[in-house]
């Protein structure tokens, strides 16, 4: 994962000559080995950058799968920890490899409204993240990305100057379902739970 | 994205279309014109008055004034049609890394101008080349909806991505479209609420 680094590191040199000012808070909720589903808000183009830049771990995050048109996405992506996800019909390879990178003690980031907002505020969460929440059973950490709707929303052309801060809220300890029928009783109260420490992020 | 993806309709008179190029839009109706301003509120600068000191919204109170002009479909219509270019993903190619399937990438095929029509049943394109076939679904036969950056897509009943592109109209405005006639048409059908429209059309 040197590209990786790598980019980081260009994206932290690169923020403040565009004129952005990049925080970072909660690192220290951010476990140092083992697995977790990293939850980010999603309001600008930006959030997959800043967000990576922002975790000490190598996180490895779904991307829709639209973003792999070009060969040289395809090259790039997955050495920067994306991996596909038609988000247009059930995609059930993207959760077998989401549930082998947590098998092997890798963080995986999961976007759960599944776009990003036009007016900067939390959608609805995708019902199949909450799905793989409840079949993955390990630590949530919701990610709070604020301040990157001012600087580039979904229907600006160009960056405003700004502040972004990336907050990592406490892990979320949610218990596995063991069933089907489980997992789908307990998707909205799982969706409450991650909206609310979610916004939280955001807001403080 | 351009300004007019959020503001298609003008939110101070209900005129439709709102035309303009990046962080600028225009109402002919009543002149009023649209800017970015400071950090993400849009500056709404009255016919005949400077733009120092007109004031600033919020893309929210945007939205619910274009909301409160009947949302996406112009007065007194009951279908809606814009030029459209049409790429269908033919192909569904595995992406691999060091041996392993990460997912799954759909072949997008070359792009096909034309016009994209709804009313209360059916979605049709009918391509701009004389040789080319009118393709119709009707809405109940629809298995997904999403808008992907700029685009629109729809999955067909056979379980194919069809995206749609438009030169000038907003995306936004197709999603809300399909959403609204989607969920009446549903309704109409007794086939009840529908509670999300991707990765499929989830009712109730």
């Known amino acids: 994962m040197i590209l990786y680094r790598l980019s980081q590191g260009l994206v932290r040199v690169s923020l403040p000559l565009l ?17 977790f589903l990293l939850l980010f808000n999603h309001q600008s183009i930006l959030d997959p950058i800043l967000a990576q830049t922002a975790c000490p771990r190598v996180v490895y995050s779904m991307t829709k799968s639209t973003q792999f ?20 019909q059930v995609d059930p390879q993207t959760v077998r490899t989401a549930l082998r990178h947590l098998a092997a003690g890798r963080p995986v980031g999961i976007y759960p409204e599944g776009e990003r907002s036009w007016d900067g ?16 059973g390990v630590p949530v950490i919701p990610c709070g990305i604020r301040g990157s709707y001012e600087v580039k929303p979904r229907w600006g052309t160009r960056l405003a100057r700004g502040e972004v801060t990336v907050r990592f809220g406490r892990p979320l300890h949610i218990p596995p379902a063991r069933t089907r029928a489980e997992r789908e009783a307990r998707i909205d109260e799982t969706a409450g739970l991650i909206a609310e420490a979610l916004n939280a992020a955001m807001e403080s | 994205m351009p300004l007019r993806h959020l503001i298609y309709r003008c939110p101070e008179c209900g005129h439709d279309p709102v035309l303009g190029e ?6 002919d109706g009543c002149g009023t014109s649209f800017e970015r301003g400071e950090r993400s509120l849009v ?13 600033c919204r919020t893309a929210r109170e945007l939205i619910e004034a274009i909301d409160g002009h009947g949302g996406p479909l112009p007065p007194g219509r009951d279908g809606y049609a814009a030029d459209a270019l049409r790429r269908t993903a033919s192909r569904h190619r595995p992406l691999k890394r060091r041996g392993r399937v990460l997912g799954f990438y759909e072949a997008l095929g070359a792009p096909e101008a034309g016009v994209l029509a709804i009313d209360a049943d059916t979605l049709r394109f009918r391509p701009t080349a004389t040789e080319g076939e009118v393709s119709e ?5 629809l298995r997904a909806v999403q808008t992907s950056s700029a685009a ?17 109209d907003s995306p936004r405005r197709w999603e809300q479209l399909l959403h609204r006639f989607l969920r009446a048409a549903y309704q109409r059908a007794g086939r009840g609420e529908i509670l999300e429209f991707q990765p499929r059309i989830v009712t109730r």
Do not use: N
């Open chain 1, 121 to 136: 505020h939390l959608q609805p969460f995708r019902r199949g993240t909450m799905r793989l929440v409840l079949k993955a």
């Open chain 1, 19 to 35: 004129g952005v000012r990049f925080r970072v808070e909660g690192l220290e909720h951010v476990p140092r080995a083992g697995a």
């Open chain 2, 43 to 55: 500056r709404v600068i009255p016919a005949g008055t400077p733009p120092h000191g007109a004031p």
């Open chain 2, 22 to 27: 990046g962080d600028r839009a225009h109402c």
């Open chain 1, 69 to 88: 048109a070009s060969p040289l996405m395809r090259w790039l992506v997955p050495r920067l920890g994306g991996f596909p996800t038609r988000r247009y």
């Open chain 2, 137 to 141: 679904w009707r809405l109940l036969d």
């Open chain 2, 152 to 168: 629109v897509q729809v999955t067909d009943p056979r379980g194919t991505l069809v995206q749609f592109q438009f030169p000038v």
